[in-house]
């Protein structure tokens, strides 16, 4: 397989209202033909948690309803599904995604390593760390991160060094400083990026959390392939060729991995 599709979802998903949200996240993908679809950070609870208490309440494990609604879907639409969820481990609480391949039982979780804002205060630092899930049905190698983990070039570049040909980044995305770097992420380490933000805006108390939606996908030189608006419910959909990510080399001389020099690099961990 050489080309493929790729869906990313961008929509308002309501503050603590799973049903709605998991029938509207079904409405927006009903009969949609791609190979692979992203929805955003969060997409079945909404975003602006204050306690732990209040995620607690919602909050499910891997394999509960919304693991089985992702998993069911991923096999209706065959096509690899990347969602946002609210996690329960125990006693414990993560903001995370699930990537679910048609053909697996098994969910791969990743939980955000780098909690943004008000999150410190309602989940627990992800332990999974950064990871590539392969697909050779459909020869795609997928690196899985959350929002504010694009801040950190590390994030982006262990997955680029573990061969992700497409990074996705399910995100509820407060400010545009990331359309800035995002671009940059995909050149520096050639290769696909998949931003699935949101819209709409969550009160809570006194503070107003505005999202600004725009969410898009870039090709291996950082081009915009496809983008939204920062308001309109939408399925932005492009091909893709994960192939062309795997030549890390930009001249007959230059690869950008190759040519790393991590013996100099190492010096900046001894720094405080």
């Not at 410190?120 to 760390?129: A, I, L, P, R, Y």
């Not at 050779?136 to 061969?163: H, K, N, S």
């Not at 939204?228 to 932005?236: D, H, M, N, Q």
Request: hydrophobic share 40%; aromatic share 10%; glycine share 6%.
């Amino acid at each position: 397989m050489d080309s493929l599709k790729l869906a990313v979802v961008q929509f308002n998903p309501l503050f603590r209202n799973v049903e709605d949200n998991l029938k509207r996240i079904a409405e927006l993908t009903d009969d949609l033909d791609a190979d692979i679809i992203v929805l955003p950070e969060l997409c079945t609870s909404g975003y602006f948690f204050l306690s732990r208490d209040e995620v607690a309440e919602i909050a499910e494990p891997a394999d509960g309803r919304t693991g089985m609604f992702f998993r069911d879907m991923a096999r209706s639409r065959q096509a690899i599904v990347v969602a946002g969820f609210a996690e329960r481990s125990g006693d414990r609480l993560f903001n995370s995604c699930l990537l679910s391949i048609p053909e697996a039982d098994e969910l791969h979780i990743y939980r955000k390593t780098h909690l943004f804002y008000k999150e410190v205060n309602c989940f627990d630092v992800g332990d999974t760390g950064f990871f590539v899930v392969e697909d050779p049905l459909r020869d795609v190698r997928i690196g899985p991160m959350i929002c504010y983990d694009w801040r950190f070039p590390e994030a982006t570049r262990i997955l680029a060094l573990q061969g992700a040909d497409l990074i996705v980044c399910p995100s509820d995305l407060t400010t545009d400083v990331w359309r800035v770097a995002m671009p940059g992420r995909a050149i520096e380490n050639k290769v696909y990026v998949a931003v699935a933000s949101r819209t709409g805006s969550e009160k809570r108390g006194d503070e107003t959390l505005k999202f600004t939606g725009k969410s898009a996908v870039y090709d291996f030189n950082g081009k915009e392939l496809v983008g939204a608006g920062p308001e309109e419910s939408i399925v932005l959909q492009v091909e893709i060729d994960p192939q062309q990510t795997r030549d890390k080399s930009f001249n007959p001389i230059n690869d950008i991995l190759s040519d790393r020099q991590p013996q100099f690099y190492s010096r900046l961990t001894d720094r405080t």
